[in-house]
């Protein structure tokens, strides 16, 4: 059965940085098709949904969204319903099978097809691509126009690492750097667009690599130089990095290049080198830690941020202290912690000794009172400094704006600054997940 051809759109993702990207580059390829990003979610004629499947909840998610849009539209006509992201990778045919309602089922490496299966299923055509093309989806994508003053730009994709926990590798595919010259041209573009900031993105983005425009090979630190070099651009951050890929010449780049911010997003996972090893981690807790001395003789300010899973099967009470000593031993700015999920095709979800979810909260409960007060310490030890903060949006009150510090920290000015502005602040107070600025008098040029 054919319908109108949806006008308007909106896109919500959920999970890691790189879905909010895909979901970025989405609503520009809908726009260029013109579509009109509708005013809010219900009035749009068209919802993707980009989801993550990292864990069960999150997976879960996109069923009561379903539920929640096919409710609301009752008796008056449904909008079209798209489920993009890593759901849509690994769960295909089924989604529309288990929610009827849902019109699209597109992947993460084909998204650049959408309007494609917009038509289709306007035509009342089944819109199913989950494809992994050999050629790449950002050649077909339209250039990048609007941007905040902060912007992401994946430059790498897939995972080849395996970790025995995670879903990654079969929804996102096998590790691909894209080429240098269409970073660069990317990032240009995002700069004309308004972007300071660029946050490189991939799953393993210091895993990226490529040939230079004299074909020589580089690794991210050669592509975070050239950024450097690049004018109006403020600030140079990157996530997610893999302890295996952090090369001596980016821990250099860390001590040397003057718009690399001093955070590092390096997640160990757990402390027991057992653990680690059934975790299929491929680094240690020892070779771990010494990566973190390098890092910090290099940037003695580096604010390290972690990501943490408790329960992983088999996990003994000791074995998760030996968690709680790692974190200890490392001093984390920020970091986020998760109850190990059991996902369906990947080795660890049939191993023995799962643990119970008791267990599991008791442990995540213990680690994250733990993380919380050493941000708390971290917050803390930054007032009293002057750093510079880049204004991103508005706050609650009226000339109230929210930036980010350096060290990634959300910092609360008055006397309305421009969102975009880089201003020189004071640290004037410390709370758990924010701090107050004060402007220096004199020092809003950017
Ligand atoms: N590529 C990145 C991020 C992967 S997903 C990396 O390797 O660091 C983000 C985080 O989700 C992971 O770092 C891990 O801590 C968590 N995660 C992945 N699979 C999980 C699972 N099955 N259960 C609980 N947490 C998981
Ligand atoms: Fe998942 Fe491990 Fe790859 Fe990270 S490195 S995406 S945790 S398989
Ligand atoms: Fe989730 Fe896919 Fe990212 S599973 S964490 S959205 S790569």
């Known amino acids: 059965m054919s319908r109108p051809t949806p006008k308007s759109f909106h896109v919500k993702s959920f999970g890691c940085q790189m879905n909010a990207y895909d979901g970025t580059r989405m609503a520009e390829l809908l726009e260029a098709e013109g579509m009109t990003v509708a005013d809010s979610a219900d009035e749009a004629?068209?919802?993707?949904?980009?989801?993550?499947?990292?864990?069960?909840?999150?997976?879960?998610?996109?069923?009561?969204?379903?539920?929640?849009?096919?409710?609301?539209?009752?008796?008056?006509?449904?909008?079209m319903i798209a489920v993009a992201g890593c759901v849509?990778?690994?769960?295909?045919?089924?989604?529309?099978?288990?929610?009827?309602?849902?019109?699209?089922?597109?992947?993460?490496?084909?998204?650049?097809?959408?309007?494609?299966?917009?038509?289709?299923?306007?035509?009342?055509r089944r819109a199913l691509?989950?494809?992994?093309?050999?050629?790449?989806?950002f050649d077909a994508l339209p250039k990048r126009r609007r941007?905040?003053?902060?912007?992401?730009?994946?430059?790498?994709?897939?995972?080849?690492k395996f970790c025995t926990y995670c879903v990654v590798p079969y929804t996102r595919g096998?590790?691909?750097?894209?080429?240098?010259?269409?970073?660069?041209?990317?990032?240009?573009?995002?700069i004309d667009a308004g972007a300071r900031e660029i946050t490189l993105l991939g799953q393993n983005v210091n895993a990226w690599t490529g040939e230079d425009d004299k074909g020589r090979l580089q690794g991210l630190d050669g592509l975070i130089r050239v950024l450097d070099g690049l004018p109006g651009l403020a600030r140079i951050r990157y996530t997610?990095?893999?302890?295996?890929?952090?090369?001596?010449?980016?821990?250099?780049?860390?001590?040397?290049?003057?718009?690399?911010?001093?955070?590092?997003?390096?997640?160990?996972?757990?402390?027991?080198?057992?653990?680690?090893?059934?975790?299929?981690?491929?680094?240690?807790?020892?070779?771990?830690?010494r990566l973190i001395e390098r890092v910090?003789?290099?940037?003695?300010?580096?604010?390290?941020?972690?990501?943490?899973i408790v329960g992983f099967p088999g996990e003994t009470e000791a074995e998760f202290e030996e968690t709680l000593a790692v974190v200890r031993a490392v001093n984390h700015a920020q970091a986020f912690s998760f109850k190990y999920s059991a996902r369906a095709g990947t080795p660890a979800a049939t191993m023995e000794g799962q643990i119970a979810a008791d267990v599991m909260d008791d442990r995540l409960q213990r680690l994250q009172a733990l993380l919380n007060e050493q941000q708390h310490g971290f917050n803390l030890a930054t007032v009293g400094t002057r750093c510079e903060v880049l204004?991103?949006?508005?706050?609650?009150?009226?000339?109230?704006?929210?930036?980010?510090?350096?060290?990634?920290?959300?910092?609360?000015?008055?006397?309305?600054?421009?969102?975009?502005?880089?201003?020189?602040?004071?640290?004037?107070?410390?709370?758990?997940?924010?701090?107050?600025g004060a402007i220096v008098a004199g020092q809003r040029a950017a």
């Open 45 to 79: 004629e068209l919802i993707v949904l980009n989801t993550c499947h990292i864990r069960e909840k999150a997976a879960e998610k996109v069923y009561s969204d379903i539920g929640r849009i096919v409710k609301k539209a009752r008796g008056s006509q449904q909008p």
């Open 88 to 124: 849509a990778q690994a769960e295909g045919a089924e989604i529309p099978r288990r929610a009827p309602a849902v019109d699209i089922v597109v992947g993460p490496q084909a998204y650049h097809n959408l309007a494609r299966l917009v038509a289709d299923a306007a035509e009342g």
């Open 129 to 137: 691509d989950t494809d992994m093309p050999a050629a790449s989806k």
């Open 147 to 160: 941007q905040g003053p902060s912007a992401f730009l994946t430059v790498q994709e897939g995972c080849d």
């Open 174 to 190: 096998a590790e691909i750097s894209r080429p240098w010259a269409a970073i660069i041209d990317e990032a240009k573009a995002l």
């Open 240 to 289: 997610t990095s893999h302890p295996n890929d952090m090369s001596d010449s980016l821990i250099a780049a860390h001590g040397t290049v003057t718009k690399l911010m001093p955070f590092l997003h390096l997640p160990v996972q757990a402390g027991s080198d057992r653990v680690l090893k059934a975790m299929n981690r491929s680094h240690d807790v020892a070779s771990y830690l």
């Open 296 to 308: 910090r003789a290099a940037r003695p300010d580096i604010a390290i941020s972690g990501d943490f």
């Open 391 to 436: 204004i991103e949006r508005d706050g609650k009150r009226p000339g109230q704006r929210i930036g980010k510090s350096p060290w990634l920290q959300s910092v609360i000015v008055e006397d309305g600054p421009a969102i975009g502005e880089l201003v020189t602040v004071d640290i004037v107070a410390a709370g758990p997940n924010s701090m107050t």
